[in-house]
């Protein structure tokens, strides 16, 4: 049913191909999919384990944790630069500012899979404008909400072309992506 609400057959293959992996990544953990019930903000969720989803392009992410995580994944593209001043933080707008003209895109995408990791760790998705908090680039990454540090992870992966990044209640992490 959820395949079938996207209109655009790309949107349905990525949809498709997330299912897959989460049906892969359940059978692992001794889950099926009836198991799968809908929480507060129609976040999937599963007794057990946490679970978040993410595709673009050609990939497909499936993060799991025995605490809330999210996941982002994003295709480096021509970055809409435009979204810099109307979704990012002051303090964010500078970095973007000073980052040198040839890694804009890298870095763009870098910062919203951060952004969009966080609120789907939280559960709260995109209802929560991108400017209501803050990355900030210290000794580690940190993110910062109405002033105040919110204790969550992040780390970010590797592939060739993409930005991942996963944002995590525990500092529990992968050393890489399994590829599958």
Not at 131 to 145: A, D, G, K, L
């Amino acid at each position: 049913k959820k395949i079938l609400r996207f209109r655009n057959a790309e949107d349905r293959k990525q949809s498709l191909g997330a299912g897959i992996l989460l049906q892969k990544v359940l059978k692992r953990h001794g889950i099926s999919n009836e198991e799968i019930q809908i929480g507060d903000g129609g976040k999937p969720e599963v007794e057990g384990i946490c679970f978040n989803l993410s595709h673009s392009a050609d990939l497909a992410v499936c993060a799991v944790s025995e605490k809330n995580v999210g996941c982002d994944v994003e295709q480096i593209t021509d970055a809409p630069m435009r979204l810099i001043q109307k979704r990012f933080c002051e303090n964010e707008i500078r970095h973007m500012a000073k980052t040198p003209e040839e890694k804009k895109n890298e870095e763009f995408y870098r910062l919203w899979t951060m952004k969009e990791s966080y609120l789907k760790m939280t559960g709260e998705g995109l209802r929560v404008p991108l400017n209501e908090f803050e990355i900030r680039f210290e000794e580690e990454i940190r993110i910062f909400r109405g002033g105040k540090y919110c204790s969550c992870y992040m780390k970010e992966y590797e592939i060739s072309g993409y930005k991942l990044t996963v944002c995590a209640e525990e500092e529990k992490f992968a050393e890489n992506v399994e590829f599958m």
